[in-house]
């Protein structure tokens, strides 16, 4: 039986009028073992990094418990050697340490009690966390890396790149690179894609706008899909990277770069919580945060074209795409889509995505769209979205704007008393199945009674 914690002895001295002087708290490990069967013997270790077998204590005499916060992790056990020894134990699992002290108070009543051997290690006292404030200790703090290394934080420290030494941080779970400009050199990008239980990535100001745009939309493209928290604000970027394979993610920060289009595809997030595409240069937004159930916040503050008071709304219209591409006409007269769009459409489904990966050299541009349209800054041509009327991967015919009051949006926006450009990205079954407007007449989507405050 192993109980990870932290530890402070106190050693009594022979003096009995002398307080014992603590140690300072550091990681250790409480080890109940079983030295003998018959009779049965029992030993408590408790194992720290710099002594992982001094600590020893037989249960020969009942040591005293102290137990009265043994739901907050903490208990402290006082062994009767000679002189006694105080051992303070916190920030322990309270479930473990309650099954520890049970475990022990059988074995002073002289019951038999069945443990399993365990061993300590001196990886076992690797750090778990490590941060990283100055650029001449970056690389001894690297050496502390290892499978154990659950949250890395580099403050800014003017470092270039990724570090191949993360790959072996198999269980990094936290990775903060806030105000680094890992994207000056363009190198050493796939590491991320190493790090399977990632599950918050920060590159804040990490001047990723240097990476070249194909290669940044492999970084992204290749993210592990345990990823729950993704921060890229603040990196000029042009466009939305593409992340629609993250199905964990609930909080995403694209603010302050300089995208002007949100691919619909966002609506697959169904995990998706917290939005923030502020400060960026959109001018309207897909309408599909209505298809994400669990979304709460959606920040879209300083976009100028599509946030705006409702006198300042001009003429909108139905806008439709061409159906033109490389050349081909993929739709017959009158919107009826040809053979080659209909495999578009079916090789497009989730099922059939591996193939994609052997098909992008020879496939016309109408089959393959769903790897290149992210590195468009709008919709231009009849590409394969995700429509939000059916919420299918289809080609979009037409793109149908909406007015839509900002407090409507979701549970929190920050914005208050403005309206918000949607476009509605229809197929050609959707459009048909929709009821149409006017030309140059804005549909308003007002919350006159004020439901959604």
């Not at 399993?116 to 703090?141: C, G, R, W």
């Not at 995403?252 to 966002?266: C, E, G, T, V």
Request: proline share 6%; charged share 25%.
């Amino acid at each position: 039986m192993r109980l990870p914690c932290e530890v402070v002895f106190a050693r009594y001295k022979a003096n009995a009028g002398v307080n014992p002087k603590p140690t300072k708290s550091q990681k250790g490990f409480v080890i109940l073992q079983k030295l003998r069967q018959t009779p049965p013997q029992y030993q408590i270790t408790v194992a720290v990094a710099g002594d992982k077998t001094g600590n020893k204590f037989e249960l020969n005499k009942p040591p005293i418990i102290l137990d009265k916060f043994i739901a907050q992790g903490k208990t402290t056990i006082t062994f009767q050697t000679t002189p006694a020894v105080m051992v303070c134990i916190s920030k322990a699992n309270p479930e473990a340490l309650a099954q520890l002290i049970e475990a022990i108070r059988k074995i002073v009543k002289g019951e038999n009690v069945d443990i399993e051997k365990v061993k300590v290690k001196s990886s076992d006292f690797k750090p778990t966390t490590i941060t990283v404030n100055n650029q001449a200790t970056y690389k001894k703090q690297m050496q502390s890396c290892s499978e154990f290394l659950k949250t890395l934080k580099i403050e800014p420290i003017d470092l270039r790149r990724p570090d191949k030494a993360w790959r072996f941080c198999h269980n990094l779970t936290r990775l903060t690179l806030n105000g680094n400009p890992i994207g000056a050199h363009n190198r050493d990008l796939d590491v991320f894609s190493k790090l399977k239980q990632l599950q918050s990535l920060e590159m804040r100001s990490c001047s990723l706008e240097l990476i070249p745009v194909p290669a940044m939309c492999t970084m992204f493209r290749e993210l592990p899909t345990s990823i729950s928290l993704l921060d890229f604000g603040d990196n000029h970027l042009s466009i939305f990277p593409p992340i629609f394979h993250l199905k964990q993610l609930k909080i995403i920060n694209a603010a302050h770069n300089a995208i002007k289009y949100l691919p619909s595809r966002i609506g697959v997030l169904q995990n998706l919580n917290t939005i923030d595409v502020s400060n960026n240069l959109m001018t309207a937004l897909p309408y599909v945060f209505s298809k994400i159930p669990s979304i709460e916040h959606v920040g879209i503050n300083a976009n100028d074209q599509m946030v705006r008071l409702e006198e300042e709304i001009g003429p909108i219209f139905i806008r439709r795409l061409l159906t033109k591409v490389d050349n081909i006409e993929y739709t017959h007269e009158g919107g009826v889509d040809k053979l080659g769009t209909i495999a578009a459409n079916a090789i497009h489904r989730e099922e059939c995505s591996k193939s994609m990966k052997f098909g992008r050299q020879f496939l016309p541009l109408s089959l393959r769209f769903d790897m290149d349209d992210l590195m468009f800054e709008k919709p231009g041509i009849s590409s394969l979205e995700l429509c939000t009327g059916c919420v299918r991967l289809r080609h979009i015919r037409y793109i149908r704007p909406l007015i839509i009051q900002s407090r409507q949006i979701a549970n929190s926006v920050d914005v208050i008393g403005r309206f918000v450009t949607f476009d509605r990205l229809l197929c050609i079954d959707c459009y048909r199945r929709t009821t149409s407007t006017n030309n140059g007449e804005p549909p308003f989507q007002c919350d006159y009674f004020q439901f959604a405050v």
